[in-house]
């Protein structure tokens, strides 16, 4: 359980913002959070970021300022979605370039997802390590009192052997390094809390995605029951063809699937690009990220304890063009 949460039953869980900061000052206050010196904090409950505060949209810097101060002054907590896991690596790569490390090298596809964030951070290198030793410093997941958040995908066992080995909490270099192995236990953990849980697509099959990049897997649920064919395992906006949506699971892929008990305590994340009326998808499971930077809403869900979540604690703003 995260230590400075164990007596904290109340709160507000935020989804992906990408970068929407007008939008997120006000969902805060529409959740009742008010400026007390500059940051935005509320009497009863504390915020939690489900990750991916930055990329994609108009104001970056502002939103990690706002978020980075609530954490700071201990009204707001967060996990890593993979877009800072992706600006611990940019900066760890560009560290080890300016210290001469032969091996180092910015991947292209890196360089490519954080394009944006980087332009809104020209001429400001001092600006942008503050932030990247602060996110190196958040966690991959919380545990509360009755609740899980994390960015895309709750895997006990991978979380389990985390633990063990990296009882503090945060990113540490060991970590980093171990991550840019394929195939390392801590690629996997970092792939699948933050990006979730995927299938490839058949018979080299590709597709492009609707933020224009080629993709050879496909996003699946880590919580369908009895599914049978893909169809029923398929979350993300871009769907599946008809011919492969309609094939039945293949016995290794099913046995790779997770199943998130409907006992367990409710968990919540974001991530996957959802649209529409925000609700549970499961008694215990809500997604909070419905598209808040492609002009969809910005989402909170409040939470008091309650172990079926309820439709009507879901709160958010819609992101105007």
Request: aromatic residues 12%; neutral net charge.
């Amino acid at each position: 359980m995260h230590p400075a949460l164990t007596d904290v039953h109340k709160i507000d869980v935020i989804g992906d913002i990408h970068g929407c900061y007008q939008p997120l000052t006000k969902l805060l206050q529409r959740l009742g959070y008010r400026q007390d010196n500059g940051v935005f904090q509320h009497p009863e409950r504390k915020a939690i970021f489900v990750g991916d505060l930055i990329d994609r949209g108009p104001m970056i810097r502002e939103t990690l300022e706002l978020v980075y101060r609530m954490h700071q002054q201990g009204s707001a907590f967060m996990v890593l979605g993979n877009h800072e896991y992706n600006a611990i690596r940019y900066q760890d790569e560009i560290e080890q370039l300016i210290r001469g490390d032969v091996d180092a090298a910015v991947p292209a596809r890196l360089s490519q997802l954080m394009k944006d964030t980087i332009l809104q951070f020209m001429n400001r290198p001092q600006e942008w390590r503050k932030y990247t030793r602060w996110l190196s410093q958040l966690p991959l997941f919380i545990e509360g009192p009755g609740y899980r958040v994390v960015h895309a995908c709750w895997d006990h066992q991978l979380i389990n052997s985390y633990r063990q080995h990296y009882p503090e909490q945060g990113i540490t270099a060991e970590f980093i390094e171990a991550s840019r192995q394929k195939g390392s236990t801590e690629s996997k953990t970092v792939d699948r809390l933050t990006r979730g849980t995927s299938m490839p697509l058949p018979d080299g099959m590709q597709l492009e995605s609707k933020d224009g990049f080629i993709r050879r897997v496909f996003r699946t649920k880590f919580w369908a029951d009895s599914p049978e064919t893909y169809g029923d395992i398929v979350f993300q906006p871009d769907p599946l063809p008809y011919e492969v949506a309609e094939n039945k699971i293949q016995p290794h892929h099913r046995g790779k699937l997770l199943h998130y008990q409907p006992h367990e305590p409710p968990i919540f994340f974001g991530h996957y690009w959802l649209k529409g009326r925000p609700q549970p998808l499961q008694n215990n499971i809500a997604c909070l990220d419905y598209s808040a930077v492609s002009f969809g809403r910005l989402t909170a869900y409040t939470y008091q304890g309650e172990q079926v979540l309820q439709p009507e604690n879901f709160t958010w703003v819609y992101v105007d063009p």
